[in-house]
């Protein structure tokens, strides 16, 4: 793959500081990580250009909210840095495999995420993303 042009990387931040704002906000995070990856919202940031993208975590959180009928508040909690990683990674994963934002969640929910932080952060993106969709392959297998 070459390397993401900047306005990628943005996006990819972008997202990061959506999660994170969810979290400042009081969402459940596993709740707003589900509803997110499966919705118009994200499925906005998948397109090739849509005014979302450079709207802002902030915009991007009301439409979603909106979307929605109301996120879930209180409830489980991740870390910051859970939270940041784990919106990160999801929109490189779209960049990187072209996969959409409803197919990455189905292979690495925001459990898996979550688990997965402590031993994948440190990891190159790419190489964390690989290491994800080989852990759900061989979790397939065993069924």
């Not at 915009?59 to 489980?76: F, S």
Request: aromatic residues 14%; hydrophobic residues 35%.
């Amino acid at each position: 793959m070459e390397p993401l042009t900047l306005e990628k990387r943005q996006l990819c931040d972008i997202q990061g500081r959506l999660f994170e704002l969810a979290l400042k906000n009081g969402y459940d995070c596993p709740a707003f990580i589900e509803a997110f990856m499966n919705s118009k919202a994200a499925a906005a940031l998948d397109d090739i250009y849509d005014r979302l993208q450079w709207a802002g975590e902030e915009y991007i959180l009301e439409e979603l909210n909106e979307e929605v009928h109301g996120l879930k508040k209180a409830g489980t909690t991740y870390t910051v840095e859970v939270m940041y990683w784990t919106g990160y990674t999801y929109r490189y994963w779209h960049y990187y495999t072209q996969e959409y934002s409803r197919e990455i969640y189905e292979i690495a929910d925001a459990e898996s995420m979550n688990k997965c932080w402590l031993g994948f952060h440190t990891l190159d993106v790419e190489m964390a993303i690989d290491d994800l969709k080989e852990i759900y392959r061989q979790k397939r297998e065993v069924k």
